[in-house]
T-cell receptor
Framework: QKEVEQNSGPLSVPEGAIASLNCTYS??????FFWYRQYSGKSPELIMF????GDKEDGRFTAQLNKASQYVSLLIRDSQPSDSATYLC?????????????FGTGTRLTIIP | ETGVTQSPTHLIKTRGQQVTLRCSSQ?????VSWYQQALGQGPQFIFQ???????GRGNFPPRFSGLQFPNYSSELNVNALELDDSALYLC?????????????FGEGSRLTVL
């Protein structure tokens, strides 16, 4: 079982609709969860992070975390063509001064005008 | 722009050669992490440097090594290059002891091994 799993897509969503991206993780000790956006040929950029169960909203983006189900999601409202990118889910497990992110393989999202 | 700069941006090497990649961290950040991203994959953690010492390592062989300098900049060295080392190498800076690991990535160094 992969540590962080995402549907690789591609996921196609009409402009203006809600895009829903999902991620599951295997380590119940995971504490922090991140969503990165990566445009083709570019480096990942942080969109959202969430630490507690429930929803966290930032503009058009909402991150949802359910630790009991080991599930993280990202909702993008009013999708725009500029949202077309690969979305990477990442999980941080803190050890004794040893921090690292474990990434999923990413979901490729295409917004159709 | 994250303030993290990497060099070179692109390079081509042949199998068996050695390569050094460089990274300058964002101002105020004391930790540098290196990731390898193969085509179509998510980034994989190579190692992290804090206070000039390796502070955690992923599942990479010893021919992957690094350094961190007093100004927090860092180098990634890969010896005896193999074809599978072809990837985008990402440097990320952060502040250890602060939040739980928000990373700021540079634009990466794309390595092609022939």
């Amino acid at each position: 079982q992969k540590e962080v799993e995402q549907n690789s897509g591609p996921l196609s969503v009409p402009e203006g609709a809600i895009a829903s991206l999902n991620c599951t993780y295997s380590d119940r000790g995971s504490q922090s969860f991140f969503w990165y956006r990566q445009y083709s040929g570019k480096s990942p950029e942080l969109i959202m992070f969430i630490y507690s169960n429930g929803d966290k909203e930032d503009g058009r983006f909402t991150a949802q975390l359910n630790k009991a189900s080991q599930y993280v999601s990202l909702l993008i409202r009013d999708s725009q063509p500029s949202d077309s990118a690969t979305y990477l889910c990442a999980v941080n497990v803190r050890g004794f001064g040893n921090e690292k992110l474990t990434f999923g393989t990413g979901t490729r999202l295409t917004i159709i005008p | 722009e994250t303030g993290v700069t990497q060099s070179p941006t692109h390079l081509i090497k042949t199998r068996g050669q050695q390569v050094t990649l460089r990274c300058s961290s964002q101002s105020g950040h004391n930790t540098v992490s290196w990731y390898q991203q193969a085509l179509g994959q998510g980034p994989q953690f190579i190692f992290q440097y804090y206070r000039e010492e390796e502070n955690g390592r992923g599942n990479f062989p010893p021919r992957f090594s690094g350094l961190q300098f007093p100004n927090y900049s860092s180098e990634l060295n890969v010896n005896a290059l193999e074809l599978d080392d072809s990837a985008l190498y990402l440097c990320a800076s952060s502040t250890t002891g602060g939040d739980t690991g928000e990373l700021f990535f540079g634009e990466g160094s794309r390595l092609t091994v022939l």
